[in-house]
């Protein structure tokens, strides 16, 4: 079946490190976008890329950074710049026109850092 | 400034009780709107979408949702909530072409027995 996998879905991080977090979706779909959830914040957009070596800023993109090097796959690195990293993190794709379909999403990944 | 509002932070029904969560944007014409379940520690589902026609729409799971241009208001219902129901509801719009999905804070609904 077609979906997005995100992977680790728990990932622990010392202060100072960088961590990788994995998105990749089998759907064709062009676009992708990482999300950031904090609870009663709903959810806050990192970056997107609508096409392969292309990305742009969301919202909240300091202490961030990504790379689209593959269709299918989307990572996003959380550097040592994020002053408070710990979050829930959501990849998402879309087909098309995503005013008509909406977004895909994977199951998340919960980032701790200890 | 472009927005999506959800009053609710917290809704508790009773099992088999009417629900209704509301949903407010922000936006100088129509947007195309969307409602998303998440249960916990999982990511979006979608329930339903609008952008035109009939202002009543149906989606899964027996929800659906009223959009009222006057009220700049997009809300979600269902008849009779069932346990199962019980997870976080997010509304989310798309005001431009090109333009990112937009969400609200996310109202938790808890189901009481």
């Known amino acids: 079946d077609g979906g997005i996998t995100q992977s680790p879905k728990y990932l622990f991080r010392k202060e100072g490190q960088n961590v990788t977090l994995s998105c990749e979706q089998n759907?064709?779909?062009?676009?992708m976008y990482w999300y950031r959830q904090d609870p009663g914040q709903g959810l806050r957009l990192i970056y997107y890329s609508q096409i392969v070596n292309d990305f742009q800023k969301g919202d909240i993109a300091e202490g961030y950074s990504v790379s689209r090097e593959k269709k299918e796959s989307f990572p996003l690195t959380v550097t040592s710049a994020q002053k408070n990293p710990t979050a829930f993190y959501l990849c998402a794709s879309s087909y098309g026109d995503p005013r008509d379909y909406g977004y895909t999403f994977g199951s998340g990944t919960r980032l701790t850092v200890v | 400034a472009q927005s999506v509002t959800q009053p609710d932070i917290h809704i508790t029904v009773s099992e088999g009780a009417s629900l209704e969560l509301r949903c407010n944007y922000s936006y100088g014409a129509t947007p195309y709107l969307f409602w998303y379940v998440q249960s916990p520690g999982q990511g979006l589902q979608l329930l339903l979408k609008y952008f035109s026609g009939d202002t009543l729409v149906q989606g899964i799971k027996g929800f659906e949702a009223e959009f009222k241009r006057s009220q700049s208001s997009f809300n979600l219902r269902k008849p009779s909530v069932h346990w199962s129901d019980a997870a976080e509801y997010f509304c989310a719009a798309i005001m431009e072409y090109g333009n990112k999905l937009v969400f609200g804070a996310g109202t938790i609904l808890r189901v009481k027995s």
């Open positions: 759907l064709n779909h062009d676009a």
